[in-house]
């Protein structure tokens, strides 16, 4: 460093390292806080990369795929070793692509840690109303929003009156589905895994009905009785048992959005769904898809999501952590449905 | 009957009875066979009803569900005590319908008998290519061979050069979609369960490869044989750890087109379908179809097979069993895939 005019700033960088592979629910300690140094500037040779701030960290489903070893998946696995990586919302410090200058916010791809050097800032995006809060872009206004509208509008093909579940319905996603069916003019009925939870889904997103999966022995006769004519539509988030009771509720010509199956990620080997015949007499399409394909969507979402945000025609749920030290025990408490709402990292303030 | 002038002939009408709902696989004792009597008329008070006497009759997978009590089914049970019925083909002995009249050639669904009262023929399909063998309308020219086109065509949305995979390939709907597939120019890999109909795959209907389904101990390691590049088009006859195993194999924003779950429908618990998580990744869709929602394009398949046929460009292999009194085994052995080919019963040639 001897020799440059222009010293750069080096400051102590904490970051949150992945211990190992991990196998079955994650555990706080298979993770680790760890601390090292980073030059606040890009380096003169990268000159493509842009140096952020994290301000908000993102704990998402998908994430929990990404601690095991993977080979042939669309996600590559974490390093052991290695910061996590995943969603955030962060502020240049300073850019060495032409697209970005010191001061923009964005989101997208970003390290655990309190700065990071994205060195492919292609990926991510500008944001450009900032008279909402900031930690939505990692929620409503960023990739859960993005897989609701895309999932809901694009793979549901919803119409006026249908009978819509959500699974998972308090989740970053489930709340927003929910309340585009609703704002649609269809039936929503909600499971989530607590009593406050269903309380929330009733009456602060509005949903037509919900119930505590936990507490239906049956979930055949759940299903049966919040939906005595049949389910249209099923948002999947969890897969598995519940799956399973929805494909014995499917209406004719039904559609089945499959999003997530968060009950088999930390699973050796998922759980057997026995009753997919069910599909064949009510012609039932079953869509698997990834937000990644309807990105380009994404103005055409924040051109419908931002006055719904301020006219408060959609509500919006956060469960946030403060500070980095606590990102693990929140990521992990997304697999017991600890949290309550989005759950998000806050690990600057600006 | 006395005092009518004109005295209808009154004759034996030999039939299969349905002795009980069947649990399991069917066993030939499931069934019997009894003789009434019925008069070659069609009742006077019943003037819609058509008469007919039953030429060939269909043995077709969907018939096992019909076996055991169901509710709220898109079929009926069948009666216990009562004739089986099912697709096949007849001759018009009597008509009290002004569509039909003594002589014409029908098939759609009718007893298990030498002779039926058709009391709504509405639904009766009526032959107007007779330079082709009649019995072809309980299979390629029938109800099997819809399914095939309309699965494959307009569930499959196939592709030139994809890979198709399709299972049960030598039954009556098997053999065509792979035959579609590659008149389209895919490539079609079928599996079956024994030799020789492995032998007619490759031989016969001109699938690129085949494989006997019994001899493979781990069906994953199969399609990775077969289909290194991963699978297209999945057409799903079967269900089951065939279904299981291919839900690994899938390509980037494949279809499965459900068809039918022969491999479930005696078991009283269907098997449990393990690797549904990997829809997600690949972005599946899995799409399942009846055939009866696409008759609407029976005109356009017949004008697009029929030629096939006389040029030999389709080939079509069907197992007669002759005689009602072999119709039960020939049902029966449906189920433990002894039919080469399309089963058919042959009730009378004229």
Redesign the interface.
Known sequence: MYGTLEMAERVSNKQVILNNYVSGFPKESDMSMASNTIELKVPKDDSNAVLLKNLYLSCDPYMRPRMKKLEG???ESFKPGSPICGLGVGKVLDSGHEGFKKGDLVWGMTGWEEYSLVTAPESLFKIQHTDVPLSYYTGILGMPGMTAYAGFYEVCSPKVGEYVFVSAASGAVGQLVGQFAKLMGCYVVGSAGSKDKVDFLKNKFGFDDAFNYKEEEDLNAALKRYFPEGIDIYFENV?GKM?DAVLLNMRLRGRIA????IS?YNLD?????????N????????????VS?YYHLYPKYLEMIIPYIKEEKVVYVEDTAEGLENAPAALVGLFSGRNFGKQVVAVARE
Chains 1, 2 share one sequence.
Do not use: H, T, W
């Open positions: 998946s669309y996600v897969g799956l499959v999003c997530g199956m088999q080997k998922p759980e057997g769904v026995c009753n997919l015949m599909l064949i007499p009510q012609r039932i399409r079953m869509e698997a898809f990834l394909d």
